[in-house]
């Protein structure tokens, strides 16, 4: 097997896989989409808080469709050795990684500017939807009994929600001392309960290396998936 073949097939086989890997994703986010609570319940605290930030739903629908569209490229570009489909792969691919490495970039300057405006986004969700959205409701109890904490930022979040003016001007249960019958305001500024934004940036912290680990995993993946694209796109007049 020539050196040519061999890429090709290797070419394949990856876009092949990255492919059912996009089917994989856009039936996952489907079903968040469905049917979020139990997804919440299987996954536990951690989607239950990146839920509060991202509809994953759609999130997963989008990732899932452009790695569809990517391993259709890949893979039939290689199989028909059609330059044109190899050169869009390529760009295609190449605009992701651009995006990615600017996105990382703002994220580092513009750390706390991010904060801000994810607090201004989700802060108004949070106050016009606790105690009236089924699913909103449940996805904050669940976030503020797992990761102890109350609120986005604390308890204030809560005032003149629909929670609040329904329950006698009270706050949830888990931004007071346990075994308090009415979490009052008070209450709530005597526990003086941690936002879970906050704790949410601790245990993403705390797995800094794991996810910085996938990251750099990705990129190496999309600079070699560059490579061989270009490499197959070269040599086709050759052989």
């Not at 919440?40 to 239950?48: D, E, L, R, Y």
């Not at 990732?63 to 990517?70: F, Q």
């Not at 797992?146 to 929670?163: I, Q, V």
Request: charged residues 15%.
């Amino acid at each position: 097997m020539s050196c040519f073949s061999f890429i090709k097939v290797i070419m394949i086989l990856f876009n092949l896989a990255i492919f059912l890997g996009g089917a994989a994703l856009l039936g996952v986010g489907i079903w968040v989409s469905v049917d979020g609570s139990s997804f919440m319940k299987i996954f536990g605290p951690v989607s239950s808080s990146v839920l509060q930030f991202v509809n994953v739903g759609y999130f997963l629908i989008a990732i899932g469709a452009v790695l569809l569209v990517l391993g259709f490229l890949g893979c039939c570009g290689a199989q028909k050795e059609s330059k044109c489909l190899l050169i869009t792969f390529f760009s295609i691919v190449l605009i992701i990684f651009i995006a990615e490495i600017a996105a990382a970039v703002v994220a580092l300057v513009y750390t706390s500017t991010a904060e801000t405006l994810l607090k201004a986004t989700v802060t108004p969700v949070l106050k016009d939807n606790y105690g009236k959205s089924s699913d909103i409701t449940q996805i904050w109890n669940t976030t503020m009994e797992e990761l102890h904490c109350c609120g986005l930022t604390n308890y204030t979040d809560f005032t003149n929600s629909p929670y609040y003016n329904n329950n006698g001007q009270t706050y949830p249960s888990y931004c007071c001392p346990k075994g308090m019958s009415r979490c009052n305001e008070t209450l709530a500024d005597l526990r003086d309960a941690p936002g879970c934004f906050e704790q949410l940036l601790e245990e993403i912290r705390t797995n800094a290396s794991v996810v910085g680990g996938v990251a750099a995993g990705i990129c190496a993946l999309e600079i070699a998936a560059m490579v061989v694209a270009m490499y197959l796109y070269c040599h086709l007049d050759e052989k």
